[in-house]
């Protein structure tokens, strides 16, 4: 028998494209920053609304074309103002918000906490049992993951409000109490953040490795490769 087809949008090519998408948006940002150029952050910001609608796109919805050919032509429109990097200041704080707030609703009653669900999955295809105790790690790690995502939008919030020329704050005629430059905005923002995130995946990875010796997975590249084994399928019902 023939291996069944990837879903339209999860095959490789499309995996591939996400992740050049998903590195391509800071690098842009960055260099739209250093350069102070609208033309740049519009090239950073079409790359998320592309990220964004890659699917639907995939899938030929038609109002996904209309919606993409509408996002260009905006921000192409709005590339020669100052509107354009303004745009950048949202992403760093909407985004993380977002993820905080898929985890965060998996711990409502009655629902599986987020990593709780991706741990009792991976545990599964090695025939392993979930303790009760990775079942309360896993539980106090996805709360913990709320908090740092959460923490991470107010520090860009508090950023773009600083941001002189064309923060939040000067937008409206008021002095930043701490204004902050475009590249120092950027470093934090595009770089930092990845950083912070990166960092506390690595630091719980080795708490995890200790407290949790006998695993389904060998080593962080071994966990990262099974997560993507678990398929579109599990993903978009884990986060409904």
């Known amino acids: 028998m023939h291996p069944a087809s990837p879903e339209p949008g999860h095959g490789p090519l499309a995996q591939v494209m996400r992740l050049l998408l998903l590195l391509a948006y800071p690098v842009l940002s960055h260099v739209a920053s250093l350069r102070d150029d609208?033309?740049?952050?519009?090239?950073?910001?079409?790359?998320?609304?592309?990220?964004?609608l890659l699917e639907p796109l995939a899938r030929r919805r038609g109002w996904a074309w209309l919606v993409l050919a509408g996002a260009l032509l905006l921000l192409g429109w709005l590339g020669g103002s100052v509107w354009a990097w303004m745009l950048l200041l949202a992403p760093p704080v909407v985004f993380p918000l977002l993820v905080a707030w898929g985890f965060g609703r998996s711990l409502r009653r009655g629902r599986t906490p987020l990593i709780t669900a991706i741990m009792q999955a991976l545990y599964a295809r090695a025939g392993m049992p979930v303790t009760a105790e990775l079942k309360h790690y896993t539980r106090g790690l996805t709360t913990a993951w709320v908090a740092v995502l959460v923490l991470l939008a107010a520090l860009n919030l508090a950023l773009a409000m600083s941001a002189v020329p064309g923060g939040l704050l000067a937008a409206f005629g008021i002095q930043p109490w701490w204004p902050v430059t475009h590249e120092q905005w950027s470093w934090c923002a595009n770089i930092a953040n990845w950083g912070l995130v990166g960092g506390f995946f690595v630091v719980e990875f080795l708490v995890r490795e200790r407290r949790f010796p006998q695993r389904p997975y060998r080593n962080a590249l071994d966990f990262l490769r099974q997560l993507g084994q678990l398929g579109?399928?599990?993903?978009?019902d884990l986060l409904r």
């Open 232 to 236: 579109p399928a599990f993903w978009r």
């Open 38 to 52: 609208g033309l740049w952050a519009a090239a950073a910001l079409a790359g998320l609304v592309l990220l964004c």
